[in-house]
């Protein structure tokens, strides 16, 4: 019944390995989102897409792929990662294209990824 | 200049205490405005939009004044659950069509 799913919850590695985390939302939403919350508790946007489409790419280091292969779901691939990287990954949906969105985002549970 | 402000407290009220929080957004163009509520170590969640004319939900009371670029949300009547961490969140009108977080107010309720 989970709206909105990230795997996994938890992720420990170590710097220079590659990984990735996977979302998926059951809404029927056509956009969703990446989100990066560091140890200062800033949610900062990474990442959007609509119906597989980017449509916003912040300033994200080039070793962060975002990949949607169906407007359900948004997976974010890490290359080489970084003591930097370790943060909380939040992905999210939001009902609607631009410039007609619904108010909310949805949020998924995130995914807590250490660095080591 | 942050985008979004917030003072991040902590606030420590008692329960049944009425509690305030206030936040300032740097880009005058911001179209629309919410709050949005994260548990510890959980996701964020809407708590409530913000209207120009001010809007009430149950204990909870959020007011926009755009020229100021101040919004705040109420809490009264405070319970133990409302203890959490209330993030200010703003669509600012950067052709993006993103929502920018502030960094979040904490608030502990005591009994």
Redo the contacts between chains.
Sequence with gaps: DTAVSQTPKYLVTQMGNDKSIKCEQNLGHDTM?WYKQDS??????MF?YNNKEL??N?TVPNRFSPKSPDKAHLNLHINSLELGDSAVY?CASRQGQ??Y?T???Y????TRLTVL | RKEVEQDPGPFNVPEGATVAFNCTYSNSASQSFFWYRQDCRKEPKLLMSVYSSGNEDGRFTAQLNRASQYISLLIRDSKLSDSATYLCVVNMDTGRRALTFGSGTRLQVQP
Excluded: A, R
């Design positions: 989102y200062k508790k800033f949610l900062k946007i959007s449509i916003i912040e939040f631009p410039p969105y108010d909310t985002q949020f998924g549970p995130g």
